[in-house]
T-cell receptor, first 117, second 113 residues
Framework: AQSVTQLGSHVSVSEGALVLLRCNYS??????LFWYVQYPNQGLQLLLK??????LVKGINGFEAEFKKSETSFHLTKPSAHMSDAAEYFC???????????????FGQGTILTVHP | DTEVTQTPKHLVMGMTNKKSLKCEQH?????MYWYKQKAKKPPELMFV???????INESVPSRFSPECPNSSLLNLHLHALQPEDSALYLC????????????FGQGTRLTVV
């Protein structure tokens, strides 16, 4: 079984401040990990993903995340928050080929990011 | 074209109605998905189609009936729904299942009255 835990349902930062959204995963096989963003009443957009290879992954809009196997974490960061970053962010996991969770994207509970001017 | 198009955007239906949600993609993706998202909750997987065959059904009630007529289209047929089925229904597609990224549509906001 696989699961994702996002620490903090709400995060508030000032414009220009560091954004840190936390995600820890549980998976019986090496996972594939994703961060998605959702704006109100819209679908989800992929920010970045980790499958194999380099553990520091860069995504769109200046976001990046680091896969840390020893900590089972995949935290999302951005050095300087912008007002347009205000949205809900979901961490997600899927299992790799051969596992029962292959093709099943499991989402965390989401973190709402608020950016203050 | 990296779009997944869902119609309608909003749907209100009675508990005795039959309606369908439609999803279309022209990216050549061979995996398509239906998710259900309740307010203030994450999306929950309902169905996965891989190469036009149903590969995953997450124990969804039979009042939801998926259909994949071809590799570009995915339908979700609705019948005898309950008010608790009101939610945002999201369609997604990916090249194949697994590690490739999923592209999501804007969703259909369904209200059952």
């Amino acid at each position: 079984a696989q699961s994702v835990t996002q620490l903090g349902s709400h995060v508030s930062v000032s414009e220009g401040a560091l954004v840190l959204l936390r995600c820890n995963y549980s998976s019986s096989v090496p996972p594939y990990l994703f961060w998605y963003v959702q704006y109100p009443n819209q679908g989800l957009q992929l920010l970045l993903k980790y499958t194999t290879g380099a553990t520091l992954v860069k995504g769109i809009n200046g976001f990046e995340a680091e896969f840390k196997k020893s900590e089972t974490s995949f935290h999302l960061t951005k050095p300087s928050a912008h007002m347009s970053d205000a949205a809900e962010y979901f961490c997600a996991v899927t299992g790799n080929a051969g596992g029962t969770s292959y093709g099943k994207l499991t989402f965390g509970q989401g973190t709402i990011l608020t950016v203050h001017p | 074209d990296t779009e997944v198009t869902q119609t309608p955007k909003h749907l209100v239906m009675g508990m005795t109605n039959k309606k369908s949600l439609k999803c279309e993609q022209h990216m050549g993706h061979r995996a398509m998905y239906w998710y259900k998202q309740k307010a203030k909750k994450p999306p929950e997987l309902m169905f996965v189609y891989s190469y036009e065959k149903l590969s995953i059904n997450e124990s969804v009630p039979s009042r939801f009936s998926p259909e994949c007529p071809n590799s570009s289209l995915l339908n979700l047929h609705l019948h005898a729904l309950q008010p608790e089925d009101s939610a945002l229904y999201l369609c997604a597609s990916s090249q194949t299942t697994g590690e490739t990224e999923a592209f999501f549509g804007q969703g259909t906001r369904l209200t059952v009255v």
